[in-house]
């Protein structure tokens, strides 16, 4: 069925160092990807999406990698700073139906 | 401006209840679409609404139905409560359809007994 799921449900990652969280998709159809950071009691919050026709797109402190072949999404911050904990979600919109399906989720955890 | 807004923030029904979620989107923003989130399940889509028309619909019994008005608020209920739809209700609104970036209320948490 669809489903876009993550590797690891939690990621603990000292303070200043990079962030790394990986992100797998099963429908190839998908043209458009997304990434979301959820803090406690609060709604999911837009980071940064990426087309299909692109395989690199950063922001601030942040970048998205998509690489088709293997279906495979991660996201990158660097620097992670205390107020980047928060629980990090992959999502996909299949471009046949405008859905979007989103992984589990990952906890990233800063260390201090 | 302000964001996306959703009333009540908590809610506590019994079973067999009946339930109606509010969602009012960022001013400018006609879709809104509905989630809802639960510890087993994720993030899980229910329905997009866009110019006061059901867009899309997720993998939901017919029990959970909405709806949207001319100033493009959305509502949605839940008929006959299962303790199994206790979760975090969350909306979101886009200016347009497709591939457009989507803002999160902070959710309606319905809690079940």
């Known amino acids: 069925g669809e489903s876009v799921g993550l590797h690891l449900p939690t990621l603990s990652v000292q303070e200043g160092d990079n962030s790394i969280i990986n992100c797998a998709y099963s429908?190839?159809?998908?043209?458009?990807f997304i990434w979301y950071k959820q803090e406690s009691g609060k709604g999911p919050q837009f980071i940064i999406d990426?087309?299909?026709?692109?395989d690199k797109r950063q922001g601030q402190r942040v970048t998205v990698l998509l690489n088709k072949t293997v279906k495979h999404l991660s996201l990158q911050i660097a620097a992670t700073q205390p107020g980047d904990s928060a629980v990090y979600f992959c999502?996909?919109?299949?471009?046949?139906?405008?859905?979007?399906?989103f992984g589990k989720g990952t906890r990233l955890h800063i260390l201090p | 401006k302000a964001g996306v807004t959703q009333t009540p923030r908590y809610l506590i029904k019994t079973r067999g209840q009946q339930v109606t979620l509010s969602c009012s989107p960022i001013?400018?923003?006609?879709?809104v679409s509905w989630y809802q989130q639960t510890p087993g399940q994720g993030l899980q889509f229910l329905f997009e609404?866009?110019?006061?028309?059901?867009?899309n619909k997720g993998n939901f019994p017919g029990r959970f139905s909405g709806r949207q008005f001319s100033n493009s608020r959305s509502e949605m209920n839940v008929s006959t409560l299962e303790l199994g739809d206790s979760a975090l209700y969350l909306c979101?609104?886009?200016?347009?359809?497709?591939?457009?970036?989507?803002?999160f209320g902070p959710g309606t948490r319905l809690t079940v007994l």
């Open positions: 979101a609104s886009s200016r347009d359809r497709g591939h457009n970036e989507q803002f």
């Open positions: 429908n190839s159809a998908s043209d458009y």
């Open positions: 609404y866009f110019s006061e028309t059901q867009r």
């Open positions: 999502a996909e919109n299949g471009n046949r139906d405008d859905k979007i399906i």
């Open positions: 001013s400018g923003h006609r879709s």
């Open positions: 990426i087309r299909s026709n692109m």
